[in-house]
């Protein structure tokens, strides 16, 4: 057994690890940075940099494939959960889409837990300061986008003048007969609207966050998991003793699968994910105190003191013992983007409608995710109260959901079938109808071997069940029953075993389809959230030396797709770590 000493300890090499890693090694030269990460570097066999490469890499040893338990909600199903287990996490298996949330969603982060700082005015600059937005048209009377920042952004259109699908003017046709005009644009704090699709891929080209972010002078470790949190109640000689709360005991570094140590002289940063930080969280006696103390006795444990204890064999459970710190926050709270995504047949056409005929075989076509536009928009009003009446949800909550200009679903026309087993022949597209602001919510736990043990509970509120119904019945008219598609879209193809969908199809129908066939975006976050697990400087309640960054703060769901929002947090945690260690700020 063997301790390395570090004056920062990131664990997760991911998308918030790679910035924060990089960001403090760019600021901070003197400093020792080690950044450890489970997954291994990708190889050369693995295709990373393609926009249709994410969808092979499912499922592939970059990917932790969770599984989580059976949901009653979704006919007992069990659900696998993509998420990156490489360097570059989740920045390697996306499929690129960029999109902040609403003004409003960020506030209610800042509203649910009194920090101003976590407001959509605050964050601002941090989410300025990741991006780099290019050939777009800057609409002078909103909210600006970031000019300069490491990560390239840029529309479809701007992407190739030749990456213009034929379905895309008649999609536009078909949202204006709902009355949805182009009037949005993304990345600007209002998304309700129908706005050109944004993505982060360079030329076509993934964009990853460890490339994207340089780790020059970083220590990077891969292939190397974290069994557990070193913790100390006193301040062993190598530890900078930075300010300290009255009592709390003291994150030293942490103990690895193979019993080394790296020990943090300044700080540990869990950049884990929203599976993994709260597991390694509760693999450290630190959670729920009921369900710890409840926990079958210790085989080993790391020790509350300097020194930890060896467990006997590489992945045997690291701590079962009673908790060191009741933190009841810690895996609560699991929020996910769940969705329908469904397949319609094109009609027989001259000309080529979908990737995969031959009339749309120019390269530039392939440059990023198959779609052009995408479209965000709110519920009802009386759909809208009867859900949270329903529900039963009250005051600064029911105040936020309220708040006009909500966006509770995402759109998507996708001109392939994707991951469904039908041919890429040019014959069939997919839709995507997905929950941005779902009120259901699920936990992590850890099995007596310490493996994360997920319970989703998709599905679960009258919120989500309303929205959803009304969002498939939406695209279900769109593609069937819009003069603008009539001309192009035959049909709905279902799943097996599942009738296919049509206009004049009842709630129930509906509902049961999403219950049998729904699944969740891969965009876990909430279970190590601002307010009940970390302050607003992203600390550890109740520790010293230890802060998480990664999509288990967010407290709230947040609108679009995460990895915008994740870029941004990431910034402003490495400015509150170098304004903590003295060290030149962003």
């Known amino acids: 057994m063997s301790i390395i000493e570090a004056d920062y300890v990131v664990v997760g090499g991911g998308l918030t690890g790679s910035v924060i890693a990089s960001r403090l090694k760019q600021h901070y030269p003197a400093a020792t940075v080690y950044l450890i990460e489970a997954g291994p570097n990708p190889k050369s066999e693995h295709d990373v940099t393609s926009p249709m490469g994410g969808f092979a890499l499912q499922g592939s040893e970059l990917d932790w494939q969770y599984t989580t338990k059976s949901d009653p909600n979704t006919n007992d199903r069990t659900h696998t ?28 982060w800042a509203r649910l837990t009194g920090y101003k700082d976590w407001n959509h005015e605050r964050l601002l600059p941090y989410f300025y300061h990741s991006e780099r937005f290019e050939n777009t048209t800057q609409p002078s009377d909103l909210s600006p986008r970031g000019l300069s920042g490491p990560m390239k952004i840029t529309s479809v259109s701007n992407s190739s003048e030749k990456r213009r699908y034929p379905l895309g003017e008649p999609l536009c046709k078909a949202w204006s007969e709902f009355g949805v005009e182009r009037t949005a644009y993304g990345c600007t704090g209002r998304n309700e609207g129908l706005s050109e699709w944004l993505e982060n891929w360079d030329n076509g080209q993934r964009h990853a966050a460890h490339q994207a972010y340089p780790l020059d002078g970083v220590q990077v470790l891969t292939g190397t998991p974290v069994a557990g949190l070193v913790i100390a109640e006193g301040i062993g000689a190598s530890v900078t ?21 790296v020990q943090a002289k300044r700080e540990t940063i869990l950049c884990a994910g929203a599976i993994r930080s709260p597991t390694i969280l509760l693999s450290s006696s630190i959670g729920p105190k009921e369900f710890l103390d409840n926990r079958s006795p210790p085989s080993s444990a790391v020790s509350a003191h300097n020194e930890p204890a060896a467990p006997a064999s590489t992945g045997q459970s690291l701590s079962c013992r009673p908790a060191l710190l009741d933190l009841p926050g810690v895996g609560a709270n699991m929020i996910d983007h769940f969705a329908l995504f469904q397949l319609f047949k094109l009609k027989p056409s001259d000309k080529g409608l979908a990737l995969g005929h031959p009339d749309l075989n120019d390269p530039a076509f392939f440059l990023g995710l198959p779609c052009d536009y995408v479209v965000n928009q709110g519920l009802p009003r009386d759909l809208l109260t009867k859900a949270l009446d329903e529900d039963g949800i009250m005051g600064v909550e029911r105040d936020a959901l309220l708040e006009p200009g909500r966006c509770f679903l995402e ?32 936990r992590i736990s850890i099995s007596e071997d310490s493996q ?28 069937l029953d819009t003069k603008a598609f009539q001309l192009y879209i035959d049909s709905e193809v279902p799943p097996p075993g599942f009738e296919p969908l049509h206009v004049n199809s009842s709630d129930a129908e509906i509902e049961a389809r999403i219950r049998g066939t729904g699944v969740a975006h891969y965009h876990t976050t909430g279970t190590c959230a601002l307010g009940s697990v970390v302050d607003a400087e992203l600390r550890v309640k109740g520790l010293d030396g230890l802060r998480i960054c990664d999509a288990s703060v967010l407290p709230a769901p947040v609108g679009g797709h995460p990895q915008a929002t994740l870029y941004g947090i990431a910034e402003k945690a490495a400015e509150m770590i170098l304004q903590a260690s003295g060290a030149m700020v962003l």
């Not at 003793?241 to 140590?261: E, F, M, S």
């Not at 087993?421 to 779902?438: E, F, I, K, R, W």
């Open 411 to 442: 759109f998507l026309v996708m001109y392939h079938p994707l991951s469904v087993p039908v041919p890429a022949d040019g014959t069939y597209v997919s839709t995507s109808v997905m929950l941005t602001l779902p009120s259901s919510r699920g």
């Open 81 to 108: 959960l993509t998420a990156g287990r490489t360097l570059g996490g989740g920045s390697i298996l996306n499929y690129g889409g960029w999109s902040r949330g609403d003004v409003a969603d960020y506030d209610t």
């Open 452 to 479: 994360p043990v997920i319970e989703p509970n998709y599905f679960s509120t009258a919120l989500d069940r309303l929205a959803l119904i009304h969002g498939v019945r939406r695209i279900i008219k769109l593609m």
């Open 241 to 261: 003793q930075l300010p300290k709360a009255d009592g709390a005991p003291r994150v030293v570094g942490v103990y690895l699968d193979n019993c080394d140590t």
